[in-house]
């Protein structure tokens, strides 16, 4: 099969979606100037820098989280484990921007220390980050928000034998459609020039 995206696919479904995958999760957290607090997935995000370090995500549409980051210029990307998968899939729900997903939710948040934002205080890992660029893309409403990590939580447990341990929590990621998978299977592979 082969098709051009501005024509149409023709499947009932977009496989756009689920060709790029597993897609890493970032649930990112963020307050507005009024001080209302946001909680959201995303699944179009990475990291993308390792010099200084910095991740992005993407926004389709202007969501809270986008509106939050706009006016304060940080936001949290907090790392999903597969036990917080039902917890993050509730923070997917559409909500006035005065809800505080971590209350709906019943999530225990926690302060950030080099930006004023909230974290999920019990993920595997938190990246607080100061906005590097906001860019707005191709289409109707698709936005990019690059941003510098300027401080980093590690819940004690992930870490083994001084590195960072996905096996301890087994991440969670997008596949598409409605499709997830959990990280269980991991191995080593060394580089030619290793």
């Keep these: 099969m082969f098709y051009i995206p501005k024509d149409g696919h023709g499947l009932p479904h977009n496989p756009f979606n689920a060709i790029v995958s597993p897609r890493p999760i970032g649930w990112i957290s963020s307050r507005g100037a009024e001080g209302h607090d946001n909680l959201a997935p995303y699944s179009f995000f990475n990291a993308v820098a390792y ?13 809270d989280s986008l509106m939050n980051i706009r006016e304060t210029g940080v936001f949290c990307v907090n790392i999903v484990e ?16 005065t809800v505080d997903e971590f209350e709906a939710a019943g999530i225990e948040k926690a302060e950030c220390e080099s930006v004023v934002c909230p ?5 595997p890992a938190n990246l607080e980050c100061r906005v590097v660029k906001l860019i707005q893309l191709e289409g109707k409403d698709n936005h990019m928000v690059i941003g510098e990590v300027t401080g980093v939580h590690i819940r ?5 034998d001084g590195r960072f341990d996905v096996t301890t929590f087994q991440p969670l990621s997008r596949l598409g459609y409605r499709d997830y998978a959990v990280v269980e299977n991991v191995f080593e592979l060394k580089r030619p020039d290793d």
């Design 51 to 63: 010099v200084p370090p910095q991740v992005m995500f993407c926004s389709t549409g202007t969501k």
């Design 82 to 97: 597969t036990a917080a998968q039902d917890v993050m899939n509730s923070t997917s729900k559409s909500h006035l921007p």
């Design 156 to 160: 004690d447990n992930c870490l083994k």
């Design 119 to 123: 974290r999920v205080a019990n993920a």
